[in-house]
T-cell receptor, first 117, second 113 residues
């Protein structure tokens, strides 16, 4: 079965550079979530989108922005990168439409590891 | 706000022995609780979830969890662990906002021969 696809899997950037992470949800899933997991930390919710509209926002820095496109893929843009942005970034998707029973299950991708030097 | 805590940062267990991972939640209403497993360098995989109903929940890979309101706990158990169960386990809840998971700090499980 198709899973959540994230690209790139690994990314190395210098301080003050910009990075873009991409997420392709499971087909027919309408909701995308972004999480950040620092070294030895638990995943922290950043932002989510339902039907291409931002649905919830967590601890996402102002230097970061994200959007969901018409084909439901999502991109996380990170500017003015700092050393502390080095982390594993997870994307997850789910089907949250009102017409279907809510299962609450998020399907996670394998993550994109960002290293800022 | 709802939160979950995992008191044990690290647990070592022998292969074939039983395993119990603790998770406590803090909320008055019935929470939406999950257990996820993360193998090294991998994403998060859902083991099981609890929304309502039967308080003993069966999951994948032989795991189960029991919701105990009186103890505000949702502990994960497995009767006999396998070496492949070595991983980090996260308890999470989404009571405050659907899909916005709040994770516990995680419990690292090491399986010895």
């Amino acid at each position: 079965a198709a899973g959540v696809i994230q690209s790139p899997r690994h990314l190395i950037k210098e301080k003050r550079e910009t990075a873009t992470l991409k997420c392709y949800p499971i087909p027919r899933h309408d909701t995308v979530y972004w999480y950040q997991q620092g070294p030895g930390q638990d995943p922290q919710f950043l932002i989510s989108f339902y039907e291409k509209m931002q649905s919830d926002k967590g601890s996402i820095p102002d230097r970061f922005s994200a959007q969901q496109f018409s084909d439901y893929h999502s991109e996380l843009n990170m500017s003015s990168l700092e050393l502390g942005d080095s982390a594993l970034y997870f994307c997850a998707s789910s089907l949250q439409g009102l017409a279907v029973p809510r299962t609450g299950e998020l399907f996670f991708g394998e993550g994109s590891r960002l290293t800022v030097l | 706000a709802q939160s979950v805590t995992q008191p044990d940062i690290h647990i070592t267990v022998s292969e074939g022995a039983s395993l119990e991972l603790r998770c406590n939640y803090s909320y008055g209403a019935t929470p939406y609780l999950f257990w996820y497993v993360q193998s090294p360098g991998q994403g998060l995989q859902l083991l099981l979830k609890y929304f309502s109903g039967d308080t003993l929940v069966q999951g994948i890979k032989g795991f189960e969890a029991e919701f105990k309101r009186s103890q505000s706990s949702f502990n994960l158990r497995k009767p006999s662990v396998h070496w492949s169960d070595a991983a980090e386990y996260f308890c999470a809840d989404s009571t405050d906002s659907w899909g916005k998971l709040q994770f516990g700090a995680g419990t690292q499980v090491v399986v010895t021969p």
